[in-house]
C-alpha cells in the first residue's frame, strides 16, 4: 500500500466526521448552557462557567471550518467567500438591530429573544451558498 494514498484518505474521514461531529458537540454544549443557565442563581460561578460552557466547542468549529476552507478548489473558496460576504453584514445587522431594539424597551418576548436569535444567523450563510453555486454552475 503507498503511504501516501493512506495519508490521503485520512484527513478526508476526519474532515467528514469534524462535519458531522464538531457542530452536533456544539449545538449539545449550547442547549445544555441553555437549560443548565436557567436553573442556577444569575450571576453566580456556575451560570459563568455554564455560558462559557459553548465557546470551546465553538472554537474548535471554526478550526474545522477554516481548515475545510483551506482544503478546498479555488471555485469552491469562492463560493464560501461570497456566501460569507453575504452572511456576515446581516449577521451584523442582526445583531445591532436586536440589541438596539432591546435597549429602547422592545424586549424579544418567548422564542424571539436574543440569545435565541443565533439559528436564523445561519440562514443568510445558506442563502449565500446556494446563489453562489447556482452562479457558478
Not at 87 to 96: G, N, Q, S
Not at 104 to 116: C, K, S, V
Not at 117 to 123: A, F, K, V
Request: glycine share 8%; proline share 8%.
Amino acid at each position: 500500500m503507498n503511504p501516501g494514498t493512506l495519508s490521503d484518505s485520512k484527513p478526508r474521514r476526519s474532515s467528514s466526521a469534524a462535519f458531522f461531529v464538531v457542530p452536533v458537540v456544539f449545538v449539545a454544549a449550547y442547549f445544555a448552557a441553555r437549560a443548565g443557565i436557567e436553573s442556577v442563581e444569575p450571576g453566580s460561578i456556575a451560570a459563568l462557567g455554564l455560558a462559557l460552557l459553548p465557546v470551546p466547542p465553538f472554537a474548535w468549529l471554526i478550526w474545522c471550518f477554516v481548515r475545510g476552507i483551506r482544503g478546498m478548489d479555488e471555485l469552491e473558496r469562492r463560493i464560501q467567500l461570497e456566501a460569507l460576504a453575504l452572511a456576515f453584514p446581516i449577521a451584523l445587522l442582526v445583531a445591532f438591530s436586536a440589541g438596539l431594539l432591546d435597549l429602547a424597551g422592545f424586549h424579544g418576548e418567548g422564542n424571539w429573544d436574543l440569545p435565541r436569535l443565533w439559528p436564523l444567523l445561519l440562514l443568510p450563510y445558506w442563502i449565500g451558498i446556494a446563489l453562489a453555486r447556482r452562479r457558478y454552475s
